[in-house]
Nanobody
Framework: QVQLVESGGGLVQAGGSLRLSCVAS????????LGWFRQAPGKEREFVAG????????YYGDPVKGRFAISRDNAKNTMYLQMNSLKPEDTALYYC?????????????????WGQGTQVTVSS
């Protein structure tokens, strides 16, 4: 398993933007399928976005389509989540996840490595 550390969370007003980062260590980054999940208080953890090991394509959960963009820099062992047009309902603890795979992964059980999370709070 790889170690993952998220950063970039914070407090932002509705309509604003944030960029989250996830740095991986301890494994072969280029072989990893990567994803972002989030969990709001009292709710189940949900899929936000994922990216193929090649970085050629991102895929998204319906609530964030058209507003969030996932990317990766294999040279820096880092994944990003650009979040635009933020809404109060985007408030959650955001986790990055990783799993060696050549497939597009989108469920929690697909991933064995998880970060500790970074808090995003969007005020109205």
């Amino acid at each position: 398993q790889v170690q993952l550390v998220e950063s970039g969370g914070g407090l932002v007003q509705a309509g604003g933007s944030l960029r989250l980062s996830c740095v991986a260590s301890g494994g072969s980054f280029v072989k990893l399928a990567l994803g972002w999940f989030r969990q709001a208080p009292g709710k189940e953890r949900e899929f936000v976005a994922g990216i193929h090991w090649s970085g050629s394509s991102g895929y998204y959960g319906d609530p964030v389509k058209g507003r969030f963009a996932i990317s990766r820099d294999n040279a820096k062992n880092t994944m990003y989540l650009q979040m635009n047009s933020l809404k109060p309902e985007d408030t959650a603890l955001y986790y990055c996840a990783a799993e060696p795979s050549y497939r597009n992964l989108r469920t929690q059980s697909d991933f064995r490595s998880w970060g500790q999370g970074t808090q995003v709070t969007v005020s109205s």
